[in-house]
């Protein structure tokens, strides 16, 4: 699925101009609460480590994540050791930033700070970042989140932060009810099908596409998660903001670089 990323980012920037006015630099920022316009990104530094363990590399991934971050205008470079020694060499090159990811996690660590970017967080920023600056803000409007796992959940939560109303479902309904009585000023939908066809505004944070047939004319989806396949009829009915991996990682790099200049402030 991210076969061939690294040849389109720059239809990726062209994308997220039209579609939200920001490009992937200012977006990864504005999700995470920063100012991309306040930070000098060229001065830091950052390294893909490929990671063997569990099902083993992911094929063209470190590429592509050192791509994407090379697009925001930060020095990034692939590690030609993997795991452990990996890790090692990143901080032996002077690498600022470390990315990588196994089966279960992809992270962004800043050295300096000690501390990571978790992606479930930076992708439920970087979506809802993604759809705020499409619809020229929030504050008041229904959203309806599709899915109420690590990511829907992060959603519903920033939604909330933001003024919105967040309505949210899951196949398992006990867990949109959770996340709603966790944050509130959100509701957990009756029936997933039928809000989402009344939804003008969704948050699909499940791991598959919606029917065509429940998509409202005129929606606006911001869709993050892989697979991501819908037929071109579905597409004309909406507008579509997607990728496979750029939007989820841009808000990592940012935060990683926030926490670097926090520590910096503090000695």
Known sequence: MISGLSDGLSDIDRMLMRDTGMN?????????????????????????VPITSGLGIIGGFSRSVAD???????????????????????????????LMADDEQYMAYSVAAGRYANNSFCTAAGYVEALRGAVG?????????????????????????QGARPIVADVIR????????????????EDLEE??????????????PIPGDLIREGAVVSTPGIPHVYDEATLRKA????DPLAIGTAPMVAQCIIYTMDKEREQ
């Open 68 to 98: 994407i971050v090379r697009d925001m205008g930060i020095d990034c470079f692939v590690t030609e050791h993997t795991d452990v020694w990996g890790f090692g060499e990143a901080i032996d090159r002077g690498a600022d930033i470390i």
């Open 137 to 161: 803000g929030l504050q008041g409007k229904e959203v309806f989140v599709r899915g109420a796992g690590r990511v829907g959940s992060n959603m519903v939560s920033l939604l909330c932060a």
């Open 239 to 242: 507008k579509f903001i997607h």
């Open 174 to 189: 006990e867990k949109a009810e959770a996340v709603a009585r966790a944050n509130p000023g959100a509701t957990a939908a």
């Open 24 to 48: 992937l630099l200012t977006l990864g920022f504005r999700a995470i609460g920063a100012d991309a316009s306040e930070v000098d990104v060229k001065r830091f530094k950052a390294a893909s």
């Open 195 to 208: 809000a989402t066809a009344e939804a003008g505004l969704i948050l699909n944070a499940s791991p598959v």
